[in-house]
């Protein structure tokens, strides 16, 4: 009995000792003897285990590289920034509330801040920090806000809703980048039994000078299961509609993007159209209709 536990004891070191066997799963070291113009200098996981993690595009930002790891499983998102050169972490950045945020719709970067938002949580977040400049959630109680934020200029727009009217109103609201704080443009609510759904702007300035935010009003009726798009201009001097087009295209589903206003004139991508209106009047000069379906996402 003796020496089967001494056999077992000399079992278990050698294996311990002895080298794991090569991971078939993981990516393989950087080719340090490769000369060419895209030799790879450094490589970071995003995930040092088999979860499934997806990252964001990445920034680049004062010598340095922005990404993120999102995992599904739990709904978080975590920003983490390394040296170009090295691949050295610099700074890690952790969500205060859960909520997947890697819509491409959701975040930009302006100067060093970097800003992202999804379904009421936003953030601003110091790219030189890697602290909040400011933090701000408005899914509390019957709020909640949407996952596509639009900036104009130093403003972010958006549009946040009441869970007890979802189907009734929308609210489009905007904030200064550098304090976070909502105010709210205007109200949209229900019409002809079409809940309405508020995407991001683009601006135009309008020949007197005014600033005219355009963008559109994707809605949806349960009821007939049919979708419509309204194209709107709203005053921000005046805090006044300016025009609206009125479900202009039969299939009633389109891109999400903020509309391309380009010398006066507005360029709309629908599902299976594009047209283009007078930015000054909301007239339609021309609609092409494109081959096949457009991803919308």
């Known amino acids: 009995m003796r020496h089967t536990f001494t056999l077992l004891a000399l079992f278990l070191l050698l294996t311990s000792c002895r080298k794991p066997d090569d991971c078939t799963d993981c990516p393989p070291p950087p080719d340090s003897t490769y000369t ?40 978080y998102e975590f920003l983490r920034m390394v040296d170009s050169k090295t691949g050295e972490p610099v700074w890690a950045w952790d969500p205060l509330w859960p909520g997947e945020t890697i819509s491409r719709g959701s975040r930009f970067a302006k100067d060093n801040l970097f800003v992202m938002t999804h379904w009421g949580p936003t953030y601003c977040v110091d790219m030189n920090t890697g602290q909040n400049l400011w933090a701000n959630n408005v899914h509390v109680g019957n709020a909640t806000g949407k996952a596509q934020l639009g900036r104009v200029g130093d403003f972010l727009y958006t549009e946040h809703s009441d869970k007890q009217i979802l189907d009734t109103a929308s609210y489009f609201v905007r904030a200064n980048i550098y304090d976070g704080k909502w105010d709210t443009l205007f109200v949209l609510k229900i019409e002809d039994g079409y809940r309405p759904s508020l995407f991001p702007p683009d601006l135009w300035i309008s020949p007197q000078g005014d600033s005219i935010l355009i963008f559109q009003n994707r809605q949806w009726n349960f009821a007939a299961s049919d979708g419509r798009i309204d194209l709107l201009a709203y005053n921000l001097n005046s805090r006044t509609f300016m025009w609206k087009v009125k479900d202009f ?48 996402l």
């Open 249 to 296: 295209d039969a299939v009633g589903n389109s891109n999400t993007e903020p509309p391309l206003v380009y010398e006066n004139k507005v360029y709309f991508q629908a599902e299976k159209n594009l047209y283009c209106f007078d930015a000054a009047t909301g007239n339609q000069l021309w609609n092409w209709v494109v081959p096949l379906s457009w991803d919308n």
């Open 36 to 75: 060419g113009p895209l030799k790879v200098l450094w490589q970071v996981p995003l995930n040092p285990d088999t979860a499934e993690c997806v990252s964001m595009k990445p920034v680049l930002n004062n010598g340095n590289v922005l990404y993120s790891l999102l995992f599904y499983i739990d709904g």
